[in-house]
């Protein structure tokens, strides 16, 4: 449950070999990381949503929030219970509004094992919730040391899809998540400009404005998502002309469709436009 960062990933890597559902109230996945930029350049809003319809070849994409979990399977607010296998908590954590408009979805992983002082999950270091081989978190939920980011998020995803791959596989589950004390950051003004630290031989290390632009400022991760899911369709197409209706004028959501900045902020709040 949670198609964010992380769930978006375990869902993709386990497409070909596991009956992937999906469940997250949204109609795309939002990339956080370029969200800031879409507010001041409206051409750029096509980098922040990324529908998933394109993302599970075999799988389904279930546009529910789930509103309670146990471990055998998710009910969402449908009422239409999804049975599992294997659960994978990934449902984030609250940000104040208009960052994320909806609180964290914390009862559900209550309802599995009890929350930390914090309101995170605890994980083995295979990120299964203690006490269930087969049901995982990662990403923001969980308690791990690692700082709330999207990219440590992705490294707790490809953990949990391996162990689950081995557990489909008849395998014993070995893949470990590892925290790192060493503190990776970029930070993006603009394009070409900004400030970062990443880890080296030598130790944490502050890097160049121009690596900062070519890791992370020039794209804010674009690339990364068009290939997650599959966008292979390019956006502004030739001779589109946006309409300047306020901030965020055009809002693609996927082949040939558009909505106009009002359906955006729908979308942010899961409903449908
Ligand atoms: C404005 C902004 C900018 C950011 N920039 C960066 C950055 O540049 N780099 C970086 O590393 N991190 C960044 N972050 C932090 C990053 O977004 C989070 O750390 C990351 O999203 C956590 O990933 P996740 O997979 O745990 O959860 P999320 O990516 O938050 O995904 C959670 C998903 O669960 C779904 N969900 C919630 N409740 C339910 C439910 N009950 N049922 C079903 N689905 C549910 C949500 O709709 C959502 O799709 C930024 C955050 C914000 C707000």
Redesign the pocket.
């Known amino acids: 449950?949670?198609?964010?960062?992380?769930?978006s990933l375990v869902a993709k890597e386990l497409d070909a070999t596991a009956d992937v559902v999906l469940?997250?109230?949204?109609e795309a996945?939002?990339n956080?990381?370029g969200?800031?930029r879409a507010l001041t350049r409206p051409d750029w809003a096509v980098n922040v949503f990324f529908p998933f319809d394109t993302l599970l070849e075999r799988g389904r994409v279930v546009r529910d929030?789930?509103?309670s979990a146990d471990p055998a399977g998710v009910t969402p607010a449908s009422g239409a219970r999804l049975d599992a296998d294997y659960l994978v908590l990934?449902?984030?954590?609250g940000?104040a509004y208009p960052?994320?408009p909806?609180p964290a979805?914390e009862s559900?992983a209550a309802a599995l094992a009890p929350l930390t002082a914090r309101a995170t999950l605890a994980v083995t270091e295979r990120l299964n919730v203690a006490g269930y081989d087969h049901v995982y978190a990662?990403?923001?939920?969980t308690d791990l040391p690692d700082p709330?980011?999207?990219?440590y998020?992705q490294v707790h995803a490809q953990v949990v899809a391996a162990n689950i791959a081995a557990q489909l596989a008849g395998r014993t589950p070995e893949t470990v998540s590892t925290p790192s004390p060493d503190r990776r950051i970029l930070l993006p003004l603009g394009p070409h400009g900004g400030a970062g630290q990443l880890p080296a031989p030598s130790g944490v290390t502050a890097v160049p404005a121009a690596t900062v632009s070519e890791r992370k400022g020039l794209d804010l991760f674009t690339a990364r998502f068009a290939a997650r899911f599959d966008r292979s369709w390019r956006f502004p197409r030739p001779g589109f002309v946006p309409r300047q209706r306020g901030p965020l004028s055009f809002l693609p959501l996927g082949r040939g469709r558009c909505q106009g900045n009002r359906s955006l902020v729908a979308l942010m709040r899961?409903r449908h436009p």
């Open positions: 449950m949670g198609g964010g960062y992380g769930g469940v997250d109230p949204r996945f939002v956080a990381a969200s800031l929030r789930v509103v990934a449902t984030g954590s940000y960052a994320k909806h979805s559900i990662l990403g923001d939920l709330k980011m999207a990219s998020a899961g």
